[in-house]
Nanobody, 124 residues
Framework: QVQLVESGGGLVQAGGSMRLSCAAS????????MEWFRQAPGKERDFVAA????????LYAESVKGRFIISRDNAKNTVYLQMNMLRPEDTAVYYC?????????????????WGQGTQVTVSS
């Protein structure tokens, strides 16, 4: 069955770095754009970053641009989110998502598969 399994979350101090991984299985990874979203307590799930099927194009939310980097390894069916210069406001549950498309989007609507999420906590 389809699985997206996130890992790499935890507690980090402000200014630190963390890398999230999302291992995919059960579907043809190279047919899907991959995305990261996050949800803070009491808030909506927001777009963070997206990467197209061939890793040729990326999109970022303004709040993370210049600090976060999304990448993928199609040989390993894995997408990554490198998070640098972390801030307390980056604290959230981070979700990996897959979208069957040749393009990349920032909308939560239309995603096909979701991971279970991984908690990232940034202390001040």
């Amino acid at each position: 069955q389809v699985q997206l399994v996130e890992s790499g979350g935890g507690l980090v101090q402000a200014g630190g770095s963390m890398r999230l991984s999302c291992a995919a299985s059960g579907f043809t990874f190279t047919n899907y754009a991959m995305e990261w979203f996050r949800q803070a307590p009491g808030k909506e799930r927001d777009f963070v970053a997206a990467i197209d099927r061939d890793a040729g194009r990326t999109l970022y939310a303004e709040s993370v641009k210049g600090r976060f980097i999304i990448s993928r390894d199609n040989a390993k069916n894995t997408v990554y989110l490198q998070m640098n210069m972390l801030r307390p406001e980056d604290t959230a549950v981070y979700y990996c998502a897959a979208r069957l498309t040749a393009k990349i989007f920032t909308s939560i609507s239309g995603t096909n598969y979701w991971g279970q999420g991984t908690q990232v906590t940034v202390s001040s």
